[in-house]
């Protein structure tokens, strides 16, 4: 039982299409993440959201746009797709985003741009 | 946000002590300083995390001198399944985290 789960894991697409990452945690967490890993292994954090709220927005172009349904799931969806988008993207969760909690990061979707 | 310096790779045979050193000399007094492990093609996963003094559980002890300048993750006696990519983390406990991860320290251990 997977405790932070992404769909999917591999995603190939061409320049200029939209698609979407979904992510969701069974461990009853408030808070969760979006980070971006490039070919660098640079681990960039995106967004957050504690109890469906965005808490935090880095900087990060407004073709990406998370979607907080419930506290169980962040999902993320990306317009317009550009070459520089190729990354390893993880989603991850905490108890309540507070420094003392750890962070459980899922395994990843590898995003590639033709 | 403080930042931290750690070697960029590292080797090690297995069976020994392994001791990764992280620099953070503009540590703030609310920040935490915290250990991740990332596998390859995996997320990051929390190994440790302390404020000062030694912290330990039983994947590794961190020890972090009183002026918290700097701080080590010690891995006891490593196995080929230790070969990893270890992340120092500094995390202000203010609010809510933002966490930089920095380049890491590739571990590989050695037959």
């Known amino acids: 039982d997977t405790a932070v789960s992404q769909t999917p894991k591999y995603l190939v697409t061409q320049m200029g299409n939209d698609k979407s990452i979904k992510c969701e945690q069974n461990l009853g967490h408030d808070t969760m993440y979006w980070y971006k890993q490039d070919s660098k292994k640079f681990l960039k954090i995106m967004f957050s959201?504690?109890?469906?709220?965005?808490?935090i927005n880095e900087t990060v172009p407004n073709r990406f746009s998370p979607k907080s349904p419930d506290k169980a799931h962040l999902n993320l969806h990306i317009n317009s797709l550009e070459l520089g988008d190729s990354a390893v993207y993880f989603c991850?969760?905490?108890?309540?985003?507070?420094?003392?909690?750890?962070?459980?990061f899922g395994d990843g979707t590898r995003l590639s741009i033709l | 946000l403080a930042k931290t310096t750690q070697p960029i790779s590292m080797d090690s045979y297995e069976g020994q002590e392994v001791n990764i050193t992280c620099s953070h000399n503009?540590?703030?007094?609310?920040?935490?300083i915290t250990w991740y492990q990332q596998f390859p093609s995996q997320g990051p996963r929390f190994i440790i995390q302390g404020y000062k003094t030694k912290v330990t559980n039983e994947v590794a002890s961190l020890f972090i001198p009183a002026d918290r300048k700097s701080s080590t993750l010690s891995l006891p006696r490593v196995s080929l399944s230790d070969t990893a990519v270890y992340y120092c983390?500094?995390?202000?406990?203010?609010?809510?985290?933002?966490?930089?991860f920095g380049t890491g320290t590739k571990l590989q251990v050695i037959p």
């Open positions: 991850a969760s905490s108890q309540d985003g507070g420094a003392g909690q750890p962070q459980h």
């Open positions: 503009n540590i703030a007094t609310n920040d935490y």
């Open positions: 983390l500094v995390v202000n406990s203010g609010g809510y985290q933002k966490v930089t």
């Open positions: 959201y504690n109890n469906k709220e965005l808490i």
